[in-house]
């Protein structure tokens, strides 16, 4: 079955400090691995979709690259509106259709 | 455009009673997905339909079952509620039923059971 790791589980930052967050997956077949954002009580909002090893995608501050093994989403500048909960995700074959296996996600703060 | 819709925001129910949960797509797509969410964890999968269709099925137990309408807007229902049900009711809608397809999420249904 299809595993989606992330780390670290939470992480506080000050304005301007940059990080990265790691998913790593085991996956019979990636056919998509996607990153969302998710305030509390509100629904994962989707961020990017990366296909194959070596991609790369940015939006603002936020960049999204992938390897055979892992994802990683950099945060450059952070501000305290990315303070979010940061989740990955990749398409699993079992069970049938277009099911996405979640990681539990990285609780970011970013504070002034 | 609107995105996707859920109702209702929130719900508050007791043991062994039934629900309902509605959930309506973006204009176009016609895939509906089905997710639960227990706090401090990431969602996880109940369903997928298409074009009315069952398509995906989670390991959830048959006290949770769905459809989707000819508009394509859907509704989970679950019998016999048990305390362990109390979650975020993700309903989430992609263009076609392809596994690459992004989901794009809603809201969520807040569901407390008592």
């Known amino acids: 079955e299809d595993q989606v790791t992330q780390s670290p589980e939470a992480l506080r930052l000050q304005e301007g400090e940059s990080s990265s967050l790691n998913c790593s997956y085991t996956?019979?077949?990636?056919?998509?691995l996607f990153w969302y954002r998710q305030d509390p009580g509100k629904g994962p909002e989707f961020l990017f979709t990366?296909?194959?090893a070596g991609e790369e995608k940015e939006k603002e501050r936020l960049k999204a690259t992938l390897t055979k093994k892992e994802s990683f989403l950099h945060i450059t500048a952070p501000k305290p509106e990315d303070s979010a909960t940061y989740l990955c995700a990749v398409h699993d074959f079992t069970g049938g259709g277009n099911k996405l296996t979640f990681g539990t996600g990285t609780q970011l703060k970013v504070e002034l | 455009d609107a995105g996707v819709t859920q109702s209702p925001t929130h719900l508050i129910k007791t043991r062994g009673q039934h629900v309902t949960l509605r959930c309506s797509p973006i204009s176009g797509h016609k895939s509906v997905s089905w997710y639960q969410q227990v706090l401090g964890q990431g969602p996880q999968f109940i369903f997928q339909y298409y074009e009315k269709e069952e398509r995906g099925r989670g390991n959830f137990p048959d006290r949770f079952s769905a459809r989707q309408f000819p508009n394509y807007s859907s509704e989970l229902n679950v019998n016999a509620l048990l305390l362990g049900d109390s979650a975020l009711y993700l309903c989430?809608?992609?263009?076609?039923?392809?596994?690459?397809?992004?989901?794009?999420f809603g809201p969520g249904t807040r569901l407390l059971v008592l």
């Open positions: 990366l296909y194959s």
């Open positions: 989430a809608s992609s263009s076609r039923r392809h596994i690459q397809e992004t989901q794009y």
């Open positions: 996956v019979s077949g990636l056919r998509g």
